[in-house]
């Protein structure tokens, strides 16, 4: 049965990637026939790229160079007023330390790269009404040690979704949106066994092959309206389930019970856009945003190497960020000047607190983050921009043990490079 599943696997995934080549290789053909009619497509590409080096810093340490950079290209395809194709590939490589929370906290990777191939059918309507289906998939690659091969990572997984969404536009920037997806996450390298898991420090309720892999259910709703003066509201509201299809729930004991993990997470995103000052030349705008995420789960956390501790409701959390962003626009091509921060917390449900040395405590543990940023661009020939970037963030914790997840840290990063747009 585990080689049909992984064989249906494989052919879907190779059939979801000949059908995005053959959609892009038809963005590429002036004329193509429709419901019997030849008729001219209208293609529209759409190019972002971004290159960018430097120097980086974690925890203060001097880390030489890295490098960044970024890949956009969609060739939107109008047929005719009522139906539109857009192929779209993504591609990204950081070269740069950085922490992502792939299976609970915190962990540290020394480089990442993820791709990701998309197709969108646009049905349109004349009352503003859009009908969309959307397919996608993508890869991430993840090298925690510098010696690691690519494609070789323990987290390194893939993400296949599939959904459909609807959206009604009754004037300029006046929209409101729903939408399902269906997506399937799953980590190919990830087989630890009991004696491995202990030796990364992992819990009992992870030391299993293929605990990560998940299935996903995602309700979203969506809106976009106005504001007092000149403003405008972006609003999204999201609920997901998450389905454990191999990861068993532990016990008091320690044991693997019958029952499989399931996590539910709520997401509330608010955004407040305005035009602050506008003069011959010149313009300033500012956005205000705020972000709420709850993540409920029926798991808990038995750890062996702390004297058989176990900890129930471990992987619950709810994080509320605020963000802020100011762009300075100057000339009829402008140079920008953009200065941007966020500031977060993390209260987990009842994950107890931990010194450096492992052992548990009564308090619950919680993080706050901060990040700030200032780009500056400047053109320099057609589509092309010079930028400068410096980063800078933190993060903080009464939990004092980085031993497994990453709870303190800081971080800057100062990039130089070129942006291109088409």
């Not at 299809?245 to 044991?255: A, P």
């Amino acid at each position: 049965m585990t080689n049909v599943i992984r064989d249906t696997w494989y052919v879907l995934r190779r059939t979801a990637f000949q059908f995005f080549l053959s959609a892009v290789a038809l963005s590429l053909s002036p004329l193509v026939t429709y419901h019997g009619l030849a008729e001219a497509v209208e293609v529209k590409p759409v190019v972002n790229a971004e290159l960018l080096g430097g120097q980086y810093y974690y925890n203060g340490n001097d880390n030489a160079l890295g490098a960044v950079a970024s890949l956009s290209a969609a060739p939107y395809m109008k047929f005719n007023d009522s139906w539109s194709l857009v192929p779209l590939y993504i591609g990204n490589y950081n070269g740069t330390q950085q922490v992502q929370d792939l299976i609970g906290g915190g962990t540290l990777f020394q480089e990442s790269q993820d791709h990701t191939g998309s197709l969108k059918l646009i049905r349109s309507f004349n009352n503003g009404l859009k009908l969309k289906a959307i397919g996608s998939y993508s890869a991430e690659f993840l090298r925690e040690t510098t010696d690691e091969s690519w494609g070789e990572g323990l987290y390194d997984n893939r993400r296949a979704s599939g959904g459909a969404e609807a959206e009604w536009s009754w004037q300029k920037d006046r929209s409101v949106r729903l939408a399902y997806d269906y997506f399937a996450i799953r980590f190919p390298n990830y087989t630890s066994l009991e004696s491995q898991g202990a030796a990364l420090g992992l819990g009992r309720e992870l030391n299993a092959p293929d605990v990560l892999d998940t299935h996903n259910h995602m309700l979203t709703a969506a809106t976009e309206l106005g504001l007092p003066w000149n403003g405008s509201l972006d609003g999204t509201a999201s609920y997901t389930w998450s389905f454990f299809g191999s990861e068993h729930l532990v016990d008091l004991s320690g044991d693997l019970q019958p029952d499989l993990r399931h996590d539910e997470t709520s997401a509330l995103s608010l955004q407040g856009n305005w035009p602050v000052m506008s003069r011959s030349g010149w313009k300033l705008i500012s956005s205000l945003g705020y972000t709420w995420t709850h993540v409920i789960s029926n798991q808990n956390h038995y750890d062996a190497a702390q004297g058989f501790f176990f900890d129930p409701d471990y992987y619950g959390y709810l994080t509320q960020a605020l963000q802020n962003q100011w762009i300075l626009s100057v000339g009829e091509n402008p140079w920008t000047l953009a200065f941007n921060w966020t500031l977060s917390h993390q209260q987990y449900s009842n994950r107890l607190v931990q010194d450096s040395a492992g052992a548990y405590g009564t308090d619950i543990t919680h993080a706050n983050g901060f990040f700030s940023g200032l780009t500056f661009t400047y053109p320099i020939a057609k589509g092309f921009r010079l930028m400068a970037q410096g980063q800078f963030g933190w993060n903080d914790s009464n939990n004092t043990d980085n031993q497994v997840y990453q709870y303190h840290y800081n971080t800057q990063t100062y990039l130089i490079g070129f942006t291109y747009a088409y």
